[in-house]
Antibody
Framework: EVQLVESGGGLVQPGGSLRLSCAVS????????MNWVRQAPGKGLEWVSY????????YYADSVKGRFTISRDNGKNSLYLQMNSLRDEDTAVYYC????????WGQGTLVTVSS | EVVLTQSPDFQSVTPKDKVTITCRAS??????LHWYQQKPDQSPKLLIK???QSISGVPSRFSGSGSGTDFTLTINSLEAEDAAVYYC?????????FGQGTKVEIK
């Protein structure tokens, strides 16, 4: 069974940092590109970042460029998102999603940025 | 950046109705358009990939069409369990983008 489990969310003050993780199982992680997508409370979906299978290519949304860093460890079947200089507007549920077609998705982890 | 505009934003429908949701891209994206369903408190789920390709396990009442800039998601004979928000998404170029979503409510 394919599973993606995000973790690392929580409450953080503006300007703070968090590192999200996405642990995957049930498929060959190294064969697929990965993405982070977020959803602010009551809002729509926003793509955040992409990483290729070998980590050689990464892309970011303009809203997070220079503050967030995506990475992966194929040996540990894990995807990461290092989030620095967090802002109120980064408050959202963060999902990891597989491949170009974004399927499947994890259950999400909530990040709340507030003082 | 490719802007995706969905219409309508909201639709209230009766079971067995036919539902049509459109997604218009600000520039041609070929067939690199995918549709997702998100029910309350759930993660999004892929319904249709590459504009018209069906997904294993998704009911056959869901279908997609279109290419270039204009795309359509059709739900034939809507069921109560189809109440959800539907999103389109393009994988033609970075940054990836989503439509704003269409909420389908059951009367």
């Amino acid at each position: 069974e394919v599973q993606l489990v995000e973790s690392g969310g929580g409450l953080v003050q503006p300007g703070g940092s968090l590192r999200l993780s996405c642990a995957v199982s049930g498929f060959t992680f190294s064969d697929y590109s990965m993405n982070w997508v977020r959803q602010a409370p009551g809002k729509g979906l926003e793509w955040v970042s992409y990483i290729s299978r070998s980590s050689s290519v990464t892309y970011y949304a303009d809203s997070v460029k220079g503050r967030f860093t995506i990475s992966r460890d194929n040996g540990k079947n894990s995807l990461y998102l290092q989030m620095n200089s967090l802002r109120d507007e980064d408050t959202a549920v963060y999902y990891c999603a597989v491949d170009t077609i974004l399927e499947p998705w994890g259950q999400g982890t909530l990040v709340t940025v507030s003082s | 950046e490719v802007v995706l505009t969905q219409s309508p934003d909201f639709q209230s429908v009766t079971p067995k109705d036919k539902v049509t949701i459109t997604c218009r891209a600000s520039q041609s994206i070929g067939s690199t358009l995918h549709w997702y369903q998100q029910k309350p408190d759930q993660s999004p789920k892929l319904l249709i990939k590459y504009a018209s390709q069906s997904i294993s396990g998704v009911p056959s009442r869901f279908s997609g069409s279109g290419s270039g800039t204009d795309f359509t998601l059709t739900i034939n004979s809507l069921e109560a369990e189809d109440a959800a928000v539907y999103y389109c998404h393009q994988s033609s170029s970075f940054p990836r983008t989503f439509g704003q979503g269409t909420k389908v409510e059951i009367k």
